[in-house]
T-cell receptor
Framework: EPEVTQTPSHQVTQMGQEVILRCVPI?????FYWYRQILGQKVEFLVSFYNNEISEKSEIFDDQFSVERPDGSNFTLKIRSTKLEDSAMYFCASSGYRGRGTNEKLFFGSGTQLSVL | AQSVAQPEDQVNVAEGNPLTVKCTYS??????LFWYVQYPNRGLQFLLKYITGDNLVKGSYGFEAEFNKSQTSFHLKKPSALVSDSALYFCAVRDRVTGGGNKLTFGTGTQLKVEL
């Protein structure tokens, strides 16, 4: 089965630093997402991205966060100035095939564990 | 707002016994419900979904789930558990996203432990 790949698997950063989390969604998918999971808590939606723009974002996704699809294959999440509470596992996901409309099944990557010190 | 609840943090079952992982939901309109599984150091993997039709939905690895509208439940079941089923299980409900796509609201997860 095709996979969503995320790099790095672990990222340690100092508070106030910028981090970029990288994802390669499944080829030909149209919809891209970031979710996060703080240790011991539920998986939370951050943002969805379609047609080169954000289609929806949660209240967590404030001005410190941004997403980009710079080259047609990668999908990145940037946190400009990290805070301690940004420490979490960040999951990228993709869904949907061209010509088939939306597809309810999201494919998730294995995540990037972000630790902010 | 749509939500799901998984009342059990952990479920323990002996291998070969049936298992049930509980989920209840709260939605406006028709529910689109999902189960995902997370193995250690892996991403969430799709198990099954209920969109419409038969209340009993069959999915991957022998799992099935029963949609019960009157009880607003979508419990995950398997007739005979395997040790390899031990993982974290998430119930989720789908919201439509502006412009298409899907936003999933997840439950808090249930850790399933299957022992010999």
């Amino acid at each position: 089965e095709p996979e969503v790949t995320q790099t790095p698997s672990h990222q340690v950063t100092q508070m106030g630093q910028e981090v970029i989390l990288r994802c390669v969604p499944i080829s030909n998918h149209l919809y891209f997402y970031w979710y996060r999971q703080i240790l011991g808590q539920k998986v939370e939606f951050l943002v969805s991205f379609y047609n080169n723009e954000i289609s929806e974002k949660s209240e967590i996704f404030d001005d410190q966060f941004s997403v980009e699809r710079p080259d047609g294959s990668n999908f990145t999440l940037k946190i400009r100035s990290t805070k301690l509470e940004d420490s979490a596992m960040y999951f990228c996901a993709s869904s949907g095939y061209r010509g088939r409309g939306t597809n309810e099944k999201l494919f998730f990557g294995s995540g990037t564990q972000l630790s902010v010190l | 707002a749509q939500s799901v609840a998984q009342p059990e943090d952990q479920v323990n079952v002996a291998e070969g016994n049936p298992l049930t992982v509980k989920c209840t939901y709260s939605v406006s309109g028709n529910p689109y419900l999902f189960w995902y599984v997370q193995y250690p150091n892996r991403g969430l993997q799709f198990l099954l979904k209920y969109i419409t039709g038969d209340n009993l939905v069959k999915g991957s690895y022998g799992f099935e789930a029963e949609f019960n509208k009157s009880q607003t439940s979508f419990h995950l079941k398997k007739p005979s558990a395997l040790v390899s089923d031990s993982a974290l299980y998430f119930c989720a409900v789908r919201d439509r996203v502006t412009g298409g796509g899907n936003k999933l609201t997840f439950g808090t997860g249930t850790q399933l432990k299957v022992e010999l």
